[in-house]
């Protein structure tokens, strides 16, 4: 289930479904200890941990151009 983060909601809503619960990761998602012993069987990232990889990788990029040096690699 897309965006629930707050564990009441996440135990209410796991406490009536017969069908495995998915959620999305979100920046106030619980901890993954805490999402299994509310019944989460999922946790999706979408796209984030791509998008964070892609931000990180220009970063990275946008240096070596400006300095035109390798060196901030190591």
């Keep these: 289930m897309p965006f629930l983060s707050k564990p009441e909601d996440i ?3 796991a406490n009536v479904i017969t069908i495995p619960l ?9 901890d993954f200890a805490t999402l299994e012993h ?3 069987n ?3 990232m ?10 990180s990788l220009s970063g990275i990029l ?8 390798f060196s901030s690699l190591f």
Excluded: F, W
Aim: net charge positive; hydrophobic share 30%.
């Design 46 to 55: 979408g796209n984030y941990v791509h998008g964070y990889l892609q931000d």
């Design 11 to 13: 135990k209410a809503i």
């Design 38 to 40: 509310l019944g989460v």
């Design 42 to 44: 999922r946790i999706s």
């Design 62 to 69: 946008t240096k070596i151009q400006e300095r035109q040096s």
């Design 22 to 30: 998915n959620v999305m990761c979100t920046p106030t998602l619980p």
